[in-house]
C-alpha cells in the first residue's frame, strides 16, 4: 500500500479484520506464528483486503513489559508476510512503547500499513511515526484514542493536523464501547467539516452498539471499519466481522466477500477459545461510563482494598477523566467513597436513633430482631 489510492478505489466501504491484533487480548497475548500464519492465510484467502496483526498494544509492548506475547514483533511479521498474498498487512504502534527503529523492522518486512494509535493529549507524539512511515512508503493511520473524551470541535482539528503532518486516515475510536450512535456521528461531521482526509472508525462493544455503529460509519462515508471474528477482544470485544459484513451486505454495501466462508473462519479458528459467560456488569459499566478496561486491574485492586462496589468506583473515575485512571487518584477516590459509605451508614444509624428518641421502648437491633 503505497498511497491513499489503493484505499480510496475500494468499492464502498472496506473492513479491516484485526482478530490477530486487538483479538489477542482474550488470549493473553498468545497468538502464535502458527495461529498467525493460519488465521492469517484465511482472512486473505476470503477477501479481506486488510489484516492487522501482533500484539494488542502494539509494537514494542512486550519488550515494554506490557504484557509478554508469544512471539517476538519480528516473528508476527515474518509470519503474516509469509501468509498475506491478495490483501495488505499491517501493525499498531503506540509513540512511547513503539520506537521508530520497529518502523525501520516494519520496512524490512515490507509491511502494507501501520497504525500510529495517541490520545488526544499526545497527538503530537504521532508525527515522528507518520513521517518516518510514509518515508517507506506505507499507508498511514492515526487512531484517536478514546475520541470520546474530547469534543467533536476538538476531534475535527486534530484530524486536520494528522493530515497536515502526512497521515493518511484518521480513526475515530471508541474504546470504551459507549458511544452512542448519534453521538457518534457528530465525531465524524466534525471532520468532514474541516479537512478531507480519510475517516476509519473502531468500535468496542460494551454496550452492544458496535455494529450500528459501525453501520453508521459506512453511512456516512467512512472508508474503513475494523472488526474481528465471533468480536474477539478486550473487554466485550470489538466490531463481529462476521455481523458487520452481514449488515453491510444487508445494508447494499458492495463486499466482494463470502460471509458464509467468514462464518467458517470465525467456528473454525476463533469460536474453540471463546469461554461464553453471558454479559459481564463490569464491561456493561465501562461502556456506560466510557472507561477504559485496560485499567480494570488497578479497580479491581483498589475496590477490593477499600471495599467499595468496582462498577460504582468506575462511574466515580469516569465523572472526573475519561483519558487516565492514575494508581493515586483511582485509591484516593475508592477511599471516599468507603469514608462516604460509612458516614452514611452512621447518618442512618443517628436517624434511627433520633427517630424513636424519647420513646420508652428501645428499637431492636438487627440481630435482636433476628432473636424473636
Known amino acids: 500500500m503505497s498511497d491513499g489510492s489503493s484505499l480510496s478505489d475500494k468499492p464502498d466501504v472496506s473492513i479491516l479484520e484485526c482478530t490477530l491484533r486487538d483479538g489477542s487480548y ?3 497475548f498468545q497468538f502464535t506464528s502458527a495461529d ?67 518502523v525501520d523492522m516494519a520496512r524490512d518486512y515490507e509491511m502494507d500499513f501501520i497504525r500510529v494509535g495517541t490520545n488526544f493529549n499526545e497527538a503530537e507524539l504521532a508525527a515522528p511515526f507518520v513521517e518516518r512511515a510514509k518515508k517507506y512508503g506505507m499507508f498511514v493511520a492515526t487512531n484517536f484514542m ?38 457518534l456521528s457528530t465525531y465524524f461531521k466534525a471532520v468532514q467539516d474541516v479537512t478531507d482526509v480519510m475517516l476509519g472508525f473502531h468500535g468496542h462493544n ?33 466490531t463481529p466481522t462476521e455481523l458487520i459484513l452481514l449488515s453491510l451486505l444487508r445494508a447494499g454495501f458492495n463486499q466482494d466477500i463470502d460471509p458464509i466462508a467468514v462464518l467458517d473462519i470465525g467456528e473454525r479458528c476463533v469460536r ?11 464491561d456493561m459499566v465501562c461502556g456506560y461510563a466510557q472507561f477504559h478496561s485496560s485499567y480494570m486491574g488497578l479497580v479491581r485492586e483498589m475496590s477490593s482494598r477499600h471495599k467499595v462496589d468496582p ?6 473515575i469516569c465523572r472526573h477523566d475519561l483519558l487516565a485512571a492514575e494508581p493515586e487518584f483511582v485509591d484516593q477516590t475508592a477511599r471516599n467513597m468507603a469514608a462516604n459509605a460509612a458516614a452514611s451508614d452512621v447518618s ?25
Open 348 to 372: 442512618t444509624a443517628r436517624f434511627r436513633m433520633e427517630r424513636y428518641h424519647g420513646q420508652e421502648e428501645m428499637v431492636p437491633s438487627s440481630e435482636q430482631a433476628d432473636d424473636a
Open 206 to 238: 460494551n454496550l452492544q452498539l458496535a455494529v450500528a455503529n459501525s453501520l453508521m460509519a459506512a453511512e456516512m462515508g467512512v472508508a474503513v471499519v475494523d472488526s474481528s471474528l465471533q468480536g474477539f477482544g478486550r473487554s466485550s470485544g470489538n
Open 26 to 28: 482474550a488470549v493473553n
Open 272 to 282: 474453540p477459545l471463546i469461554d461464553a459467560k453471558g454479559l459481564d456488569s463490569l
Open 146 to 183: 478514546k475520541s470520546y473524551a474530547v469534543p467533536p470541535k476538538e476531534m475535527g482539528l486534530a484530524a486536520k493536523a494528522a493530515a497536515s503532518y502526512g497521515a493518511d486516515m484518521v480513526y475515530v475510536v471508541d474504546s470504551a464501547g459507549g458511544m452512542l450512535t448519534q453521538e
Open 36 to 102: 498467525t500464519e493460519d488465521i492469517a492465510t484465511a482472512l486473505d484467502e476470503v477477501g479481506f483486503p486488510f489484516i492487522e496483526v501482533g500484539h494488542g498494544i502494539g509494537l514494542g509492548a512486550s519488550e515494554a513489559g506490557l504484557g509478554e506475547a508469544a512471539e517476538s514483533d519480528e516473528n508476527y511479521m515474518k509470519a503474516t508476510a509469509s501468509a498475506v498474498k491478495r490483501g495488505k498487512w499491517g501493525m499498531f504502534c503506540i509513540p512511547g512503547v513503539a520506537t521508530l527503529e520497529h
Open 311 to 316: 462498577r460504582k468506583l468506575i462511574i466515580e
